[in-house]
């Protein structure tokens, strides 16, 4: 049973062209490095082609997972989302309350997800914490060094 994702246009857009790139120039690599090994004798003892060979598998496998995420994947219409609450997609400005300091994310799908530009996943601990609230409620968060708390300050949307 495969999980629904939520992307915007562009993630969506990027899981795309990284399934054909896989597909159009990687997997015409790996047989030709397969082609070229087996040339190159016996199969028993060639350590060029097993290597071949297992690069292919674990490139099928990563086709494989970006299709069924594909397959699965739904882009979310943002004009129907209710913007006083945090939703995936949501613009946040957190503040930590033990040291005060204030965070500035966007929630988005985990294959999103790149903390240096902001973009944090709705499966993380903060971004599940998170979900739901409304500005001004307090999210107690259980991290690994403990619970933070986090105060809600701003909700918006691109």
């Known amino acids: 049973m495969s999980k629904v994702s939520y992307y915007t246009p562009e993630g969506l857009q990027k899981l795309r062209d990284e399934l ?3 597909k159009d120039v990687e997997r ?9 090994a087996r040339d190159k004798g016996d199969l028993s003892e060639n ?14 496998l990563r086709i494989s997972k970006l299709e069924e995420t594909l397959a699965n994947a739904r882009i979310i219409d943002e004009s129907q989302l209710d913007t006083s609450k945090i939703l995936i997609h949501s613009n946040v400005v957190i503040k930590n309350q033990a040291n005060g300091k204030e965070m ?19 499966d993380s601990p903060i ?8 500005v001004g409620d307090i999210a107690e968060i259980q991290v ?11 909700i918006s949307r691109d």
């Open 104 to 122: 500035t994310y966007k929630l988005v799908a985990q294959s999103e997800a790149d903390l240096r530009s902001g973009k944090i996943s709705v």
């Open 47 to 60: 350590a060029e082609y097993d290597a071949a060979k297992e690069a292919q598998g674990l490139l099928e």
């Open 28 to 36: 015409p690599k790996a047989s030709n490095a397969i082609g070229e």
């Open 127 to 134: 971004g599940k914490g998170l979900l739901g609230k409304k």
């Open 20 to 22: 054909n790139y896989l």
């Open 144 to 154: 690994p060094n403990g619970v933070v708390k986090f105060e809600v300050l701003e």
